[in-house]
T-cell receptor, first 113, second 116 residues
Framework: AQTVTQSQPEMSVQEAETVTLSCTYD???????LFWYKQPPSRQMILVIR????KQQNATENRFSVNFQKAAKSFSLKISDSQLGDTAMYFC??????????WGAGTKLIIKP | NAGVMQNPRHLVRRRGQEARLRCSPM?????VYWYRQLPEEGLKFMVY????????ESGMPKERFSAEFPKEGPSILRIQQVVRGDSAAYFC??????????????FGEGSRLTVL
C-alpha cells in the first residue's frame, strides 16, 4: 500500500530561522508527483510546492524549497527566513498515476515572534 | 477568476437529519474531489467526479453518503441520517485535469459539519 509519513507532529521555531519538515513515502511506482500543502488557521488548503518524480532538480518557490531523494523516498520541505504567516499545518501528499492523493497526517508549524 | 467555492461554511445538524454540502469548482475545471478531515488528522479521499460521472468513490462509506456533479450546477456531497461520527471538515478540490497527471488541486475553504 502507498503511504505518506510525516514524523513530526509539531514544530516551533523563532521568526527568521530556517526550518525543515520531513516527509517519507512508500510506493512501487516510478512516475508520480509530490506536493506540500499549507493549511493556515483559516483552514483553506494552499499549495506550497510541487515536485515531479522524474525531475532530479529540487523544486524551489521563493523561501520554500524541497530536498527530494527519490531512492530514499524522502521529500522534505525547507522554509527559509520563516515568517509569522508561515504558522500553519503542513501536509505532504503523494499522487500516482491513478490520481488518488495519499496524505500525511500533517505537521503543525508554529513561528514564534 | 473565483476560486473553489464551498457552502455552507458551517452546518449544524441533529442526528438523523440530512446534510448537503455544495462545491462550485473553478471556472474551466471539470474534475472535482471530495475529502474529509477529522480533527488532528490529514485529509482522507472520499470521491472523485467528472462532469456527470463518478470516477472513483472508493473512499466514501457505502451507506448514507452520496455525491454528484451534474452538468449544470455545483457538485453536491449528501449525507443522509447523519451521526456524530460524521462531524468533520469536508473539503472540495478541483483541477483542470486528472490529479495523477500532476495537475494542481485547488481547494475550497471547507465546510464544517457538526452533528449534535
Amino acid at each position: 500500500a502507498q503511504t505518506v509519513t510525516q514524523s513530526q507532529p509539531e514544530m516551533s521555531v523563532q521568526e527568521a530561522e530556517t526550518v525543515t519538515l520531513s516527509c517519507t513515502y512508500d510506493t512501487s511506482e516510478n512516475n508520480y508527483y509530490l506536493f506540500w500543502y499549507k493549511q493556515p488557521p483559516s483552514r483553506q488548503m494552499i499549495l506550497v510546492i510541487r515536485q515531479e518524480a522524474y525531475k532530479q532538480q529540487n523544486a524551489t518557490e521563493n523561501r520554500f524549497s524541497v530536498n527530494f531523494q527519490k531512492a530514499a523516498k524522502s521529500f522534505s520541505l525547507k522554509i527559509s527566513d520563516s515568517q509569522l504567516g508561515d504558522t500553519a499545518m503542513y501536509f505532504c501528499a503523494f499522487v500516482d498515476s491513478n490520481y488518488q492523493l495519499i496524505w500525511g497526517a500533517g505537521t503543525k508549524l508554529i513561528i514564534k515572534p | 477568476n473565483a476560486g473553489v467555492m464551498q457552502n455552507p461554511r458551517h452546518l449544524v445538524r441533529r442526528r438523523g437529519q440530512e446534510a448537503r454540502l455544495r462545491c462550485s469548482p473553478m471556472k474551466g475545471h471539470s474534475h472535482v474531489y471530495w475529502y474529509r478531515q477529522l480533527p488532528e488528522e490529514g485529509l482522507k479521499f472520499m470521491v472523485y467526479l467528472q462532469k456527470e460521472n463518478i470516477i472513483d468513490e472508493s473512499g466514501m462509506p457505502k451507506e448514507r453518503f452520496s455525491a454528484e456533479f451534474p452538468k449544470e450546477g455545483p457538485s453536491i456531497l449528501r449525507i443522509q441520517q447523519v451521526v456524530r461520527g460524521d462531524s468533520a471538515a469536508y473539503f472540495c478540490a478541483s483541477s483542470p485535469k486528472r490529479a495523477g497527471t500532476g495537475g494542481e488541486l485547488f481547494f475550497g475553504e471547507g465546510s464544517r459539519l457538526t452533528v449534535l
